[in-house]
T-cell receptor, first 114, second 111 residues
Framework: NAGVTQTPKFRVLKTGQSMTLLCAQD?????MYWYRQDPGMGLRLIHY???????AKGKVPDGYNVSRLKKQNFLLGLESAAPSQTSVYFC?????????????FGQGTRLTVV | GESVGLHLPTLSVQEGDNSIINCAYS??????FIWYKQESGKGPQFIID?????DKRQGQRVTVLLNKTVKHLSLQIAATQPGDSAVYFC??????????FGPGTRLSVLP
């Protein structure tokens, strides 16, 4: 049982480049989330999904897109990377978002945009 | 709007002492709270949770206290060990809303 797996773990991009971060969970969770973590700030929600084929904007969605084609996968895309997107990105999943259950996190992806 | 914060951004304790990490929240509708531990270079790990119909919940060496009157949450770690050194986040959630995370408190355990 791997839990939540993120790839890649590290990446350096040049400004304007694009990339996709992959998140996979093997817990059959309905809800999946993408957060970014910056120094001195709490985890901020970028986008989330309440089920296969659905996505929704979080608090800081600008510059990112997501897709949830399969229940177990949640992809985060950066179409044109900017230095402000330098951050550590965490994917998480949970059984249900409504009732309140813990979110399980991946190990993170450290992204640097130069 | 809803917000979650921490009173102490850093906390240093002697090994073997008890640690108390505090958290304030502003959304009175929040009904579910979690404490996470994040070690350097790793993702947050669930420690303990509590629902709003409870005031206290105990785990292994950890206790979470919830005071809804003053919107305050605390995490108590008994007999703090070097392996407890990490950043601790509180998170709150209300029905139909997503988690809101605090900025975190760094706990340093001194030998």
């Amino acid at each position: 049982n791997a839990g939540v797996t993120q790839t890649p773990k590290f990446r350096v991009l040049k400004t304007g480049q694009s990339m996709t971060l992959l998140c996979a969970q093997d817990m059959n969770h309905e809800y999946m989330y993408w957060y970014r973590q910056d120094p001195g700030m709490g985890l901020r929600l970028i986008h989330y999904s309440v089920g296969e084929g659905t996505t929704a904007k979080g608090k800081v969605p600008d510059g990112y897109n997501v897709s949830r084609l399969k229940k177990q996968n949640f992809l985060l895309g950066l179409e044109s990377a900017a230095p402000s997107q330098t951050s550590v990105y965490f994917c998480a999943s949970s059984y249900g978002g409504q009732g309140g259950t813990e979110a399980f996190f991946g190990q993170g992806t450290r992204l640097t945009v130069v | 709007g809803e917000s979650v914060g921490l009173h102490l951004p850093t906390l240093s304790v002697q090994e073997g002492d008890n640690s108390i990490i505090n958290c304030a929240y502003s959304n009175s509708a929040s009904d579910y709270f979690i404490w996470y531990k994040q070690e350097s270079g790793k993702g947050p790990q669930f420690i303990i949770d509590i629902r709003s119909n409870m005031d206290k919940r105990q785990g292994q060496r950890v206790t979470v206290l919830l005071n809804k009157t003053v919107k305050h949450l605390s995490l108590q770690i008994a007999a703090t060990q070097p392996g407890d050194s990490a950043v601790y986040f509180c998170a709150e959630k209300s029905y139909g809303q997503n988690f809101v995370f605090g900025p975190g408190t760094r706990l340093s355990v001194l030998p």
